[in-house]
């Protein structure tokens, strides 16, 4: 059952920077704020800001860099490795039951061979090397306000329970840096890990396993399915036995939709984390509390407009529909080589030089029905089809022979015809614009 964090990864603007939301984003966050009295509210409430702070270790171009260097090259092994590292050289049983959500067949083909080429202790150095230049770069500027943030949050994060969490005792091994922005992201770690297993503490004895809990928290559709399963390595199969699994337990409908019974349960278990996870906060006092959630909010802007966040990360998972996300960015990507091909290719046989009716596309391909094809080529056929003459068809690309008008023979033109074919325009074009 995945936590959320509040902000989302939207798509790509104009300029190359992400379209988010920052007003929106934070204007939410400073309506849902609770009561800095109410431990339980404050540590569901501090999931989501802090979690912007720890979250863009995941998508960090600077530890992905220092791991493909050392051979670590795909994305699943890249987050296997830096979050489980401080366990040691762990095998793909013990990172499956620490982690929960992925596939154990999934991580048995990254783990333990990755231990191989960068061992764990080299991982956690690399990633706080280069969580130091990233962080740097993002909130670097805002020094006081980040050395403030890491004081006051380290005892918070010393003070999380990691009796039977795993993760939360591997990372509180972490030894502290001495750098406010290293160590402010130390205790987040700390602080989602303990959070995070207790949350796997709660699941466990509900009997939701690792599919399933994903599944009572967002259902199951395709949309939905195509992403859980390349993210975290599941078959289809052994999602539909999970989905038939709650069907029978009456927490999923026919149609994969979550029922009232679903909800009621992902309601109880939340709670029932934020109940766990709330000692630290109220030993911190209203007024710590305040402070933190004060401090914190200034520092997100920069990371949410970083293009950093996750789309859909574990324990992360942005509260943007997943019908939303990623569809605009995957059609602004085609669009974008689309526009951009014809001026990228070369001249022989590659490209058409702009037209009239080409509107500087290439016409080397079949003639075919798309959105955006000039209004005239479509009257031209009609007024063919008017006067008994059949239109240009992908059949008679080759031939250089344009038809007879109003039976006047015209002599052949095989040299223009074939060398606008090299060229790269249909005779097609060469009838109707004649461009050279």
């Known amino acids: 059952m995945s936590e959320t ?40 409430w501090m999931l989501g800001a802090l979690g912007v702070l720890h979250a863009p270790v995941y998508r960090s171009r600077e530890l992905r860099g220092r791991l493909a260097d050392r051979g670590v090259t795909e994305a699943m092994a890249a987050y296997l490795t830096q979050r489980s590292a401080p366990l040691g050289p762990a095998g793909p049983q013990l990172v499956a039951a620490t982690f929960y959500g992925f596939s154990p067949t999934a991580i048995a083909t990254h783990l333990p061979a990755v231990w191989d080429l960068v061992p764990p202790d080299e991982v956690v150095a690399l990633t706080l090397d280069a969580m130091r230049e990233l962080l740097a770069r993002l909130i670097g500027d805002h020094v006081a306000t980040v050395a403030e943030l890491a004081a006051l949050l380290a005892p918070v994060a010393d003070a999380h329970a990691i009796v039977g969490r795993p993760l939360a005792a591997a990372w509180a091994s972490v030894p502290r840096t001495g750098e406010p922005l290293l160590d402010l992201w130390l205790a987040t770690s700390v602080i989602r890990e303990s959070r995070g297993d207790g949350h796997i503490a709660l699941l ?10 994903h599944l009572v928290t967002a259902g199951d559709d395709p949309e939905r399915r195509a992403m859980f399963q390349a993210l975290r390595g599941w ?62 909010l200034e520092l997100l802007p920069p990371v949410l407009t970083s293009g950093t966040l996750p789309a859909a990360g574990p324990r992360a998972a942005p509260t943007a529909p997943l019908s939303l996300r990623g569809r605009t960015r995957v059609r602004t990507r085609v669009r974008t080589v689309r526009r951009s091909a014809p001026a990228a290719r070369g001249r022989r046989g590659r490209s058409a030089p702009a037209c009239s009716g080409g509107r500087g596309r290439s016409h080397r391909s079949p003639r075919r029905p798309r ?52 060229r790269g325009r249909s005779p097609r074009c060469v009838q109707r614009a004649r461009c050279r």
Not at 18 to 36: H, K, N, Q, W
Not at 204 to 213: F, K, W, Y
């Open 5 to 44: 964090v509040s902000g989302t990864q939207g798509s790509q603007g104009p300029s190359g920077t992400p379209d988010v939301d920052v007003a929106g984003i934070l204007a939410g966050l400073a309506e849902r704020r609770p009561d800095p009295a109410d431990a339980p509210a404050v540590s569901g």
């Open 204 to 213: 466990v004895a509900e009997d939701i396993g690792p599919i399933e809990s």
């Open 235 to 296: 078959t289809a199969a052994e999602v539909d036995a999970a989905a038939a699994r709650l069907r029978e337990r009456g927490l999923l409908d026919e149609n994969g939709r979550r029922t009232d019974a679903a909800r009621e349960l992902r309601g109880r278990i939340e709670r029932r984390t934020d109940e766990l996870s709330a000692a630290p906060w109220a030993q911190a006092g209203p007024e710590a509390v305040t402070r933190i959630a004060d401090l914190a």
């Open 371 to 422: 959105a955006g094809r000039p209004a005239r080529h479509d009257r031209d056929d009609a007024r063919r089809r008017e006067r008994g003459r059949p239109s240009w068809s992908p059949q008679s690309r080759g031939s250089p022979v344009r038809p007879a008008r109003r039976g006047r023979r015209r002599a052949p033109r095989p040299a223009s015809g074939w060398r606008a074919v090299r």
